[in-house]
């Protein structure tokens, strides 16, 4: 929610006449909007008095904004998280992320990046079966005394967990353009 952007809509203002009613620059008033950061000083004195409101009034706006962030940010991370439970439990890797999504995907950016994470789960869990069933084929012909079953198992565990702990630094650092693979199930 971008809050000058969508008070001023709300008061029918173009980014030029809230300029010139406020005194302000119009580049300020699109740098207010585009970074959606909170007004300081005398811009925000200044839009506060066009729009008809206390200072501390559009101050609390955008604290809001900043607290819905940061709870959508955790929900995400809970989500990718939440892969982590295949080690205990079949499939674990796409029913837990799956019922956390489906309870936070009111908000557009955990949907889409709930999809993201879900989706890739759904790929690699499909990848690793097919690849458990290829196993005592290729094992058979390549390693004749062997089974490899386990290590490959080994394998795509670890490099699961390298992918959820990976996608997790990007969260972290506010990198949401995670796990993009064309094919979609959901």
Same mark, same amino acid.
């Given at each position: 929610m971008?809050?000058? %952007?969508?008070?001023?809509?709300?008061?029918?203002h173009?980014?030029?006449?809230l300029?010139?009613?406020?005194?302000? @620059?119009?580049?300020?008033i699109?740098?207010?909007e585009?970074?959606? %950061?909170?007004?300081?000083g *005398?811009?925000?004195?200044v839009? !506060?008095?066009?729009?008809?409101?206390?200072?501390?009034?559009l101050?609390? /706006?955008?604290?809001?904004?900043?607290q819905t %962030?940061?709870a959508?940010?955790? !929900?995400?991370?809970?989500?990718? $998280?939440?892969?982590l439970?295949?080690?205990?439990?079949?499939?674990?890797n796409?029913?837990?992320? +799956?019922? +956390?999504?489906?309870? /936070?995907?009111? @908000?557009? *950016? =955990?949907?889409?990046t709930?999809?993201?994470? =879900?989706?890739f789960?759904?790929?690699? !869990?499909?990848?690793? !079966? =097919?690849?458990?069933c +290829?196993?005592p &084929?290729?094992?058979?012909? &390549?390693f004749s005394d062997?089974s490899?079953? $386990?290590?490959?198992?080994?394998?795509?565990?670890?490099?699961?967990i390298?992918?959820?702990c990976?996608t997790?630094? %990007?969260?972290?650092r506010?990198?949401?353009?995670? +796990?993009?693979?064309?094919?979609r199930? =959901?």
């Open positions: 971008i809050v000058i %952007k969508n008070i001023r809509e709300q008061f029918g173009t980014q030029a006449e300029a010139k009613q406020t005194g302000l @620059s119009l580049r300020t699109q740098r207010l585009s970074s959606n %950061k909170e007004p300081k *005398h811009s925000l004195v839009l !506060s008095e066009v729009f008809n409101m206390v200072p501390s009034d101050q609390n /706006q955008f604290k809001s904004v900043q %962030k940061a959508e940010k955790t !929900s995400i991370q809970f989500i990718n $998280l939440s892969v439970s295949f080690l205990g439990i079949p499939f674990g796409i029913i837990l992320p +799956l019922v +956390l999504w489906r309870q /936070q995907r009111k @908000s557009k *950016h =955990i949907d889409e709930g999809r993201r994470i =879900i989706n789960q759904i790929i690699f !869990s499909a990848v690793l !079966s =097919i690849l458990l +290829l196993t &084929f290729i094992g058979r012909t &390549f062997t490899i079953i $386990l290590y490959v198992l080994f394998v795509a565990y670890a490099i699961n390298g992918i959820v990976y997790a630094l %990007k969260l972290r506010n990198n949401f353009n995670v +796990l993009n693979i064309p094919l199930f =959901i």
